[in-house]
């Protein structure tokens, strides 16, 4: 049972990020499960699925990377480490 929450989860919350618009009738429908299963799942405005997986080592060198560059390079060196290193991090 953990599996196919876990999975439906999932599920649900690449249609959200996908720009769909979900109703939990249709996915009480869709998954076959009451509305308890389904109440509650939701992304945020500011949800940042891939923060925090770079490793120590990958963000210091990045940082480092940052420090050197310029112009749009390091623009594109900001949105990587704010979209890809922790919330809230401070370069």
Known sequence: MLDSTFQRRREIERMLLAGQRLTVSKMM??????????????????????????????????????RKSKGKEKEILFRIIHKYGADKLKI
């Open 29 to 66: 429908a869709r998954y076959g499960v009451g509305r308890k299963s389904i109440s509650g799942v939701f992304i945020t405005e500011n949800y940042k699925p891939y923060a925090n997986t770079l490793t120590q080592t990958e963000l210091e060198t990045l940082c480092r990377l940052y």
